[in-house]
């Protein structure tokens, strides 16, 4: 992310930095990229489809860390993708990325896939937490540097962009930031975190006291994330950039040589001046336009989240955009992270990248699987439009069909969906489907709080075709139990019943964990929830043993994933007529798929139960609200279906 090369370079030269204590203050910190990094960088699962339990435990430190060295954490997301789609092809060249590095992480390499529903798990813990956030209308960079600048207090994230920003008390690169050893002996106020904080006077010294007004500017020329203007490659051919000869080596050639010309000049005009005259007179003007107009994405914004955090009822600029197509309980929604970013550009943009996840690539994508569901998602959002025909929506375009020209676009329903196709990003546009709630033949996005919570329950079942009796179970395990039943009902590979048995045994671990850790509860020891609970995590430890990765298990579990996904986000979006999941330790991939190795080689679940009557009642009621919406041979059937699969796939290869 950021400037190219510019995290690389700045990282080789340390004297860029200044080393800090931080301690007693405020911080603003880049949610997008510390749910990245704190996953990654913890070791974590990435074969499996994610260890959420263990992320979980890991934010957790992260911010008891602050907590103890008195840093108050103030979080701020990404919205969803700009109107301007000035971002457009960086975010189709990473999709394009994360399906060939899911690919590789499933046949044994290495790669880095963020698991699907790992956002979800980092908001839902700072909901826990009592965190504060916010989520922007659209990216972020500019609002945090506002924020932390009204407040005087650094930025945590891990993108170059903040070193061309202007910060009063600077920005902290997330791997200079040693949150996990906390130094300080006494008492609380001796407690603080060594962090390195880049320093942009030092940087701008370096570089002959090269004004800070101009880093825009190199911005602009080095190139980032979205700006990729073919023009400069031709100046670069024209002017002579002089390096300073360094350890860098030839690969930091250009950051030098532009930064070292760059302070040539005192003002941003004399260099812009300067770069025009190597240009044709035809080009001038839209040149000098483009330049400053990618400048001004480097002046902090005007939003100010500083009053929001004081007032929530005090709602920042909207984009005009969102602004005219959201109605106000949305916008809220929006800001609170009770509504997803897939959300708002599905409304704003009519367009949405699938995310991917380390699956069987030689199979439909596992999105697929929850296709229906985001179809009425579609069909709420644009609700204010007339459906011809509500069955017509039950046909998505499919893979290879011609897209449609711009005005057949606008005379009917889709949404472009850009998702895996084997090995590639392929985009489908995706029809939506119109339904009506009980009581209100006609509704609206503007007045669909107002619909019933009866009406909401019934169409999110409706939606899922599920019946399921969940009366017996906690209420925040109901949304999960109907998405298992619709799950079973629409994957492909078909879900056998030791795939239903490890994901309800990974369910009862999660709940298990929470009934220990429940503050007040004595009787965990006694009525043997607490051994059950060591006895089926244990399970984690021998993912040795586990050899490579069955794509085709990992491929069932990544669709009830995606399932899960947009199931949360329906919910979501009829203003939570369910209760949502708690997702924190609902899923954990590698004892999921230890739990179906054991099921395989014959182990019961009678037996991995035993001891905890509580742990048995659960895993019992989850299994008969399942199994009751499906036919009594289902998953004999399932089993044959499976063998025929793999015997034409033997053949194929033959």
């Known amino acids: 992310m950021g400037i190219h090369g510019l995290t690389s370079y700045i990282g080789e030269n340390h004297h860029f930095f200044n080393n800090i204590k931080l301690q007693n203050t405020r911080i603003v910190i880049d949610g997008n990229n510390l749910f ?37 954490p103030y979080v701020v997301f990404d919205g969803g993708c700009d109107c301007s789609d000035k971002k457009f092809e960086t975010i189709k060249q990473r999709a394009k990325d994360n399906i060939l590095k899911a690919h590789t992480i499933s046949r044994g390499g290495r790669g880095t896939v963020l698991p699907l529903l790992a956002p979800e798990v980092f908001k839902q813990v700072l909901m826990q937490l009592q965190v504060p956030f916010v989520q922007c209308h659209s990216e972020a960079d500019r609002d945090i540097v506002t924020l932390a600048n009204q407040w005087n207090c650094p930025v945590l994230t891990l993108d170059s962009d903040f070193c061309i920003f202007e910060l009063k008390a600077g920005y902290c690169p997330l791997n200079y930031f040693k949150w996990k050893n906390i130094t300080g002996l006494k008492d609380h106020s001796d407690f603080y975190i060594s962090a390195q904080c880049f320093s942009i006077e030092n940087f701008c010294n370096h570089f002959n006291h090269l004004n800070k007004a101009l880093l825009p500017l190199f911005a602009v020329l080095n190139g980032n994330d979205y700006i990729n203007l073919p023009f400069l490659e031709n100046l670069f051919t024209r002017v002579r950039f002089h390096a300073r000869t360094s350890s860098a080596g030839r690969k930091n050639t250009r950051i030098q040589g532009l930064l070292n010309w760059l302070a040539e000049f005192s003002e941003p005009k004399d260099a812009i001046e300067n770069i025009l005259k190597h240009l044709k007179q035809s080009e001038l003007e839209k040149v000098r336009a483009v330049l400053y107009y990618h400048m001004d994405e480097y002046i902090q914004s005007e939003v100010d989240l500083a009053m929001y955090f004081q007032n929530k009822e005090i709602r920042p600029h909207v984009p005009t955009v969102l602004a005219n197509k959201a109605p106000e309980w949305m916008l809220v929604a929006l800001l609170k992270g009770e509504l997803a970013p897939f959300l708002s550009d599905c409304l704003t943009l009519r367009r949405t990248f699938l995310h991917a996840q380390v699956e069987n690539n030689r199979r439909s994508s596992s999105h697929r699987c929850s296709l229906y569901i985001r179809q009425v998602i579609y069909g709420l959002l644009i609700s204010e439009e007339t459906f011809p025909d509500a069955t017509l929506g039950l046909s998505a375009k499919l893979p290879g069909k011609a897209s449609l020209s711009t005005e057949e676009f606008g005379k009917v329903h889709y949404v472009q969906e850009y998702d895996r196709h084997e090995q590639t990003l392929r985009k489908n546009n995706i029809q939506a489907v119109g339904k009506s709630f009980n009581s209100v033949k006609i509704h609206s996005l503007q007045r669909l709080p107002e619909i019933s919570i009866l009406d909401r329950t019934h169409f999110f079942l409706e939606t899922l075709k599920v019946n399921a009796d969940v009366h017996a179970l906690p209420v925040n395990l109901h949304l999960t139990v109907y998405i298992t039943c619709y ?46 609970y060591e006895r089926l ?56 798929h230890r739990f179906y190795q054991e099921l395989k080689s014959m182990a019961s679940t009678e037996n991995l139960l035993e001891g905890s009557l509580a742990a048995d009642e659960m895993y019992s009621q989850l299994l008969h609200a399942v199994t009751a919406t499906v036919p009594t041979d289902f998953f004999s059937m399932g089993k044959k279906i499976q063998v025929s699969w793999q015997v034409e796939e033997k053949n194929k290869l033959l």
């Open 487 to 532: 799950w079973i009902a629409q994957a492909e590979p078909k879900v056998t019943l030791h795939h239903l048995q490890a994901l309800l045994l990974c369910i009862v671990t999660g709940e298990l964990h929470k009934l220990i850790h429940k503050p007040g509860n004595w009787n965990s020891t006694e009525n043997g929830s607490e051994m059950v």
């Open 537 to 592: 995590s244990q399970l984690r430890q021998k993912e040795q043993q586990m050899g490579n990765l069955n794509v085709d298990v990992a491929h069932v579990f990544c669709q009830w994933q995606s399932c899960l996904l947009m199931g949360i986000y329906l919910n979501q979006l009829l203003c939570c007529p369910l209760p949502t999941p708690d997702i924190t330790r609902l899923y954990s991939g590698t004892l999921i």
């Open 36 to 72: 990245h990094r704190l996953y990654f960088d913890s070791g974590l699962d990435l074969k499996y489809g994610g260890e959420y339990d263990s992320f979980t435990d890991t934010i957790y430190k992260f911010f008891e860390a602050l907590l103890l060295c008195n840093i108050s």
